[in-house]
């Protein structure tokens, strides 16, 4: 099974850079069944918040919540966490705070990497 680790560090609404990595990372799981983990950094740890209600349009959360559903895993990188202030908040269903060192450990697994 190929392992693929994606790192998204685009906020998860305003563009939809977060929103195109989730809904690969979804396709793959459908069509292929690689192992997925993924990484969120800079903005995008805000994406792996509970409680969220959208407006409009895609829904992160649900979306986080189906990949691990799905076996997938997810992080939210602490230093950006603390940064803003959201470290001790409830997390989506399935998401945990990880570390730069998780990171590393990750990428040197992975057999593909994709930046988001």
Not at 10 to 34: C, D, M, T, V, W
Not at 78 to 89: F, H, P, V
Request: aromatic residues 6%.
């Amino acid at each position: 099974m190929q392992k693929l680790l994606f790192i998204v560090h685009a906020a998860p609404y305003g563009n939809e850079a977060f929103f195109s990595s989730l809904r690969l990372a979804l396709q793959i799981q459908e069509q292929h069944k690689a192992q997925i983990k993924l990484f969120l950094m800079s903005d995008a740890v805000i994406g792996g918040l509970a409680k969220q209600n959208p407006a409009e349009g895609y829904h992160i959360q649900q979306m986080l919540e189906i990949l691990t559903s799905q076996g997938a895993t997810i992080k939210l990188c602490k230093t950006c966490t603390n940064a803003r202030g959201i470290t001790e908040l409830p997390l989506a269903e399935g998401v945990e705070i990880g570390t730069l060192s998780e990171l590393a450990d990750w990428t040197m697994e992975a057999d593909k990497v994709l930046n988001f």
